[in-house]
DNA sequence: GTCTATAGGTGGATAGAC
DNA sequence: GTCTATCCACCTATAGAC
């Protein structure tokens, strides 16, 4: 993150070593991410991570100084390029939309396709890792004393002010207390579904095809239209 | 479990002493479960645990076994009693419909009433713990190879069947596959609710209230009623 | 930057006295 | 049923040679 001087640039001049892009902190974090997806983040060890990556243990405390830092880096690294182009999709959607208030189906979608798309890749293998990343963030958001829930709400704090301002224009009439609520049963929806849409597929006993991102992605972003565009309900105190 | 003989029957003839309950087996339940929420699962050594239920170390291994089986027995005390009162609520809405469809509000409220009644517990700690449980199941959930996972699903699995079914004969209308999918975003908007709605709370800067239930409870119903009744979407393939 | 060796600590589990 | 003492596996982290 402070490695402004890059001291390893000067090393792999060679053109084919370039495309392997096998820099050992990168091949760390993908051994790391491969294993905590498959025995959680707590039971991977640095043994077995550093084994998966053909590394060495020392490695990891060259590279990035605990195995929190690692952890830490490894949910950073994936969520940072999707809040971001969360956040470049609402702008370009606001700046099409000029004065008018975006549609409540654009933000939505922008809000969703950024983490559907993951899903969605044609690799299954890389699909699966994208599904168990999502696993891997729920698992870490429920988890107070975990070194990943403070990146994950740290990451996702900008996208959240700019859907909830979005939002509120798409929305006039719904009062700010249900428009945060809803917000929050929407991340909800979203969340589940992204982290565990196979669910669906066993629940349904195959009727329902969680490969088929694009139409889980339709039927998500119709519910929760339909919930945050639902009549207020009166609240007695 | 399969503790048919009761040998400790015998023992607390003492009025006073039957009344406190201080059994071992049952304070070991109590320690670990307030271990697991303050410093998560798999951080709760059995050494703090014991500690913490004033119990020798080898008290868990005598009652239970392992660790595994005394988190099994912490998940599976606390969600048999609400999903077995979820399914009792729901037959007797069905009782009462006779031969009519029970309404999607009534459904959805003896859905989540069993959980909200413990989050609107009196004694704020109660309370506290009972937030603190909704995350631990949500992690638990998340964690396909820790050992609670499975308890969660097979209390849940009831639950599920029943539900599901009330639900497609309120909502006569809605194609099979979108209602496996609704039910799945509802799931996941309640379970976030559940465990989480503090952030709500957060998020409003103290415009929300998360100890008001019963307005959250109100409010949730609306949304996912609102989610489940509205219109299809056209899903091409 | 990489690797070996090891320090220093904690974990779950169990044997056996009481 | 309870408790002590102990086994042994495994972990993160680091010092220091290359």
Redesign the interface.
């Known amino acids: 993150m402070a490695d402004l001087t890059t001291p390893e640039a000067q090393i792999s001049e060679d053109p084919a070593e370039a495309g392997i892009r096998s820099e050992t902190r990168e091949v760390l974090l993908d051994a790391a991410e491969r294993l905590f997806a498959?025995?959680?983040i707590?039971?991977a060890s640095l043994r077995a991570i550093t084994r998966e990556a053909g590394a060495n243990l020392a490695s990891v405390h060259y590279h990035f100084g605990s195995k929190d830092a690692l952890i830490q880096a490894v949910f950073a690294r994936r969520l940072g390029p999707i809040n971001r182009e969360r956040v470049e999709l609402l702008t370009r959607l606001q700046e099409e939309a000029g004065s008018e208030a975006v549609p409540l189906h654009d933000i939505l979608f922008a809000f969703v396709e950024p983490v559907m798309r993951m899903l969605r890749h044609r690799d299954p293998a890389e699909a699966r890792a994208a599904h168990e990343l999502a696993?891997?963030v729920?698992?870490a958001?429920?988890?107070?004393?975990?070194p990943a829930r403070e990146i994950v709400l740290r990451e996702f704090h900008e996208v959240?002010e700019r859907f909830?301002a979005a939002l509120a224009r798409a929305l006039p009439d719904l009062p700010?207390?249900?428009l945060?609520?809803?917000?929050?049963?929407?991340?909800?929806?979203?969340?589940?579904?992204a982290?565990?849409?196979y669910?669906?597929a066993q629940?349904?006993d195959g009727?329902?095809d969680a490969c088929?991102v694009?139409?889980?992605t339709?039927?998500?972003v119709?519910?929760?239209?339909?919930?945050?565009?639902?009549?207020?309900?009166e609240?007695r105190?």
């Open positions: 498959r025995v959680g707590e039971r696993r891997l729920v698992q958001l429920n988890d107070p004393e975990g959240k909830l700010r207390e249900d945060f609520w809803r917000f929050h049963f929407m991340v909800g929806a979203m969340a589940h579904t982290s565990s849409s669910m669906v629940l349904s009727l329902c088929d694009d139409g889980m339709e039927r998500l119709a519910f929760v239209a339909a919930g945050l565009q639902g009549p207020s309900v609240v105190r």
